[in-house]
């Protein structure tokens, strides 16, 4: 009870905030003053009211926007023919009736159906909906022989006439607009070959629930789940050119034909539209997926995301992850490449000497030399494990006297490196599985990558960082910061390896090259705060990925060793730091690829945005 009121206060305090923008400026330096740590993280996500709530204000079609999309499409320049694909199966007449009649209501009505089901197109025909019989846009394709899913739906794509082609299961909907959406994206984007969408559930009673809000394409995450799922419109002949659905992969066939469309046409070529365009039916008596299916599913996923990065030369390992899920282990070369650990420190040696013997001691990694740059330490028994220190030959004490500038004190530990690989290391952090540096580095050294980031947990179990979400209260928050550490997240991805806008330089690993290129850390503008943040912002403009791996996991004892920026001239340095990213980055952080616009940038709980923080593509008349 206690923690509920908590939560009451805090948020009757937000809502004040939110309407008086003065005193939001005014309390902007003292963001922090109530420690995330302490604060016990309700694992709520989106409740299914909210999300009624929310849909029915922001996602509703009403009459105006219905003439606004038709005034639309009337001014495109062509209107590509779209081929929506459907296996009927063995599925109820009332589910098939129900997807069909939504695909008839939609608002652009330049599509073709192909109904198939492996059964020589008879069974097909035969149970063609009456209503839908007399429409010219259904065709049904005739398979000669028996097959499983992904030989019909081959023989859907050979015949299918349109450019595009996507995939409809029976009794799942699209909203009005769906394929509008689509059309309008194909032509606002010619280079596109794929094209994703939101997501979510319908049940047998037609409520909505369960939105998945999707970042935009991450070849990371696509790894370790069906990204893209519904709704997926492909380029025809993209699928023609793969060869398309692969038999013997059935139950994960989508996946697999993820992966190797967007391998074969590139990350730049896969766009993702944020808008719920397709509701995935929920039958009421739907049966739980037996543990033995379960584990064929994921056995045939490991296969398909294994020859997927052979594909590429990249040979990996995968180990089982939380759930059905795969950690995938990529390669470190032998003999390892040298990391050179940068840790400003200044007393606190009971953090220090955690941090580490928890390096030196407890980490499963050969070619280590830890650059320990002193900011001016004065208490003897940090000045004794400095010397005690340096008897161990991967350490050197770098002597870094002065006013606290972790940007200046990091960028010339940086010129005093040795190691192929950085990793800048807070003084505060302690080692709890051997493993970590290894998974970093793997990733630090994949071309594609320019600085990984790590799972960090309060001393008391909660998440500290999973990675850093742009734009969360003007700059950039951690992704649901407090959270359990058994909690999946929202659709899993807290367990998962994925890309990010951002991560902590608590624990940042990169190439010393990306660093080189980057000009290190802004010292001058970023003394203290956001500098790491800003790192990345310019390590991404190079065209690099930031990503953050929960496979390298360890403790964070955030800012024990220099306290919080609350008061006095820490708060005006923290207002000034804030200002710079704010006005050097005011696009980049409103428009963080990995955070989906239907999310608030309030706070990084992954709760709704009011309104979306998306444009709708056409104008209402007036």
């Not at 199966?89 to 589910?95: G, I, L, M």
């Not at 689509?182 to 939105?211: F, K, M, S």
């Not at 991805?493 to 951002?502: E, I, K, N, V």
Request: hydrophobic share 40%.
């Amino acid at each position: 009870m206690a923690v509920e009121k908590l939560y009451q206060v805090m948020g009757a305090a937000h809502r004040f905030v939110r309407k008086h923008p003065a005193v939001k400026r005014m309390l902007r330096p003292a963001a922090h003053l109530v420690m995330p740590s302490i604060i016990p993280f309700r694992s709520r996500y989106i409740s299914r009211d909210e999300y009624q709530s929310w849909m029915v204000r922001y996602e509703t079609i009403t009459q105006a926007d219905d003439a606004a999309i038709r005034d639309d499409i009337a001014r495109f320049p062509r209107q590509p023919l779209l081929s929506v694909v459907m296996a009927p199966h063995q599925a109820p007449e009332a589910a098939l009736r129900a997807t069909i009649a939504s695909l008839q209501a939609q608002i652009y009505e330049n599509w073709e159906l192909c109904l198939t089901d492996g059964s020589g197109g008879t069974h097909a025909a035969s149970r063609r909906p009456g209503a839908a019989s007399a429409d010219p846009r259904m065709r049904v394709i005739a398979c000669p022989t028996q097959g499983g899913i992904s030989a019909v739906s081959n023989g859907a794509l050979r015949q299918a006439q349109g450019e595009w082609v996507t995939f409809l299961e029976p009794g799942d909907l699209l909203p009005p607009d769906a394929l509008y959406e689509l059309a309008a994206e194909i032509l606002d984007h010619p280079e596109a070959r794929v094209i994703y969408t939101d997501e979510d559930r319908i049940d047998a009673q037609g409520n909505r629930n369960t939105p998945y809000f999707k970042p935009d394409f991450d070849p990371d995450l696509l790894l370790g789940q069906n990204l893209l799922n519904h709704l997926t419109a492909y380029r025809r002949d993209l699928l023609l050119s793969i060869g398309g659905f692969r038999e013997g992969f059935e139950g994960v066939q989508d996946h697999d034909l993820a992966l190797r469309a967007t391998a074969a046409c590139g990350p730049t070529a896969v766009r993702h539209i944020a808008r719920v365009l397709y509701h995935q039916h929920q039958p009421a008596d739907r049966q739980p997926v037996s543990q033995s299916t379960m584990r064929h599913h994921a056995a045939l996923t490991g296969q398909a995301v294994t020859e997927h990065l052979a594909a590429r030369g990249i040979e990996v390992t995968l180990l089982p992850a939380a759930g059905s899920h795969h950690r995938i282990v990529f390669p470190v070369p032998e003999p390892a490449p040298l990391v050179s650990v940068l840790i400003p420190t200044r007393n606190r040696a009971n953090l220090l000497r955690v941090c580490l013997e928890g390096l030196l001691n407890r980490t499963d990694y050969p070619a280590l030399e830890v650059l320990v740059a002193d900011n001016g330490s004065t208490e003897p028994d940090a000045l004794a494990l400095l010397r005690a220190a340096e008897s161990d030959p991967r350490v050197r004490v770098l002597d870094m006297p002065g006013p606290f500038n972790f940007a200046r004190i990091t960028n010339q530990a940086a010129a005093e490196a040795r190691g192929e690989i950085l990793l800048l290391l807070n003084n505060d952090i302690e080692v709890i599985d051997s493993i970590w540096l290894r998974e970093m580095v793997s990733h630090a050294l994949r071309p594609d990558i320019g600085a990984v980031g790590c799972r960090l947990l309060y001393p008391n179990g909660r998440l500290q960082h999973g990675g850093t979400l742009l734009g969360i209260g003007g700059v950039g928050g951690h992704l649901l910061v407090g959270a359990r550490r058994e909690d999946p997240g929202p659709f899993g991805t807290l367990g998962l390896l994925r890309s990010a806008g951002a991560v902590t330089a608590a624990c940042l690993a990169l190439r010393r090259d990306v660093w080189q290129q980057v000009g290190g850390m802004d010292e001058a503008n970023l003394a203290v705060a956001f500098n790491d943040v800003d790192l990345c912002l310019k390590i991404r403009k190079l065209g690099l990925r930031i990503v953050c791996t929960p496979f390298a996991e360890l403790y964070h004892h955030e800012s024990a060793s220099r306290g919080q920026d609350r008061f006095g001239e820490k708060a005006e340095r923290f207002r000034r730091e804030t200002d710079f990213m704010i006005t050097h980055w005011r696009d980049d952080l409103l428009n963080d690829p990995y955070y989906n616009p239907n999310y608030t940038l309030e706070n990084p709980d992954c709760t709704l945005a009011s309104p979306p923080r998306r444009e709708r593509r056409y104008r209402k008349p007036g």
